[in-house]
């Protein structure tokens, strides 16, 4: 399997960007899909961006389409969410994981990191 470290979250203003990496040790890596989710304060983990294990395909839900890119470099082992037009509403941990199962829904990601903080100001 491959394990997952993120880092990049902090404080940001709301209108402000922010760009979350995770970091993946294995060989494997390259040959899943990637995925982003977040959890808020008494709320459920939700889906935030996937991306194909080439980087030529990837998917958002539809409250940060626009506004967030994700992309990965297999040449490093880590994959990417650029964070733009940050909202209040953004903030959460966002974790990363991997597609073990293959078939791209939420319950197919596993080898979850620990999550970094992303915490926007209104």
């Known amino acids: 399997q491959v394990q997952l470290v993120e880092s990049g979250g902090g404080l940001v203003q709301a209108g402000g960007s922010l760009r979350l990496s995770c970091a993946a040790s294995g060989r494997t890596f390259s040959s899943y899909a990637m995925g982003w989710f977040r959890q808020a304060p008494g709320k459920e983990r939700e889906f935030v961006a996937a991306?194909?294990?080439?980087?030529?395909?990837?998917y958002y839900a539809d409250p940060v389409k626009g506004r967030f890119t994700i992309y990965r470099d297999n040449a490093k082992n880590t994959v990417y969410l650029q964070m733009n037009s940050l909202k209040p509403e953004d903030t959460a941990v966002y974790y990363c994981?991997?597609?073990?199962?293959?078939?791209?829904?939420?319950?197919?990601?596993?080898?979850w990191g620990q999550g970094t903080q992303v915490t926007v100001s209104s």
């Open positions: 994981a991997a597609d073990l199962g293959g078939g791209g829904l939420p319950a197919d990601f596993g080898s």
């Open positions: 991306i194909s294990w080439s980087g030529g395909s990837t």
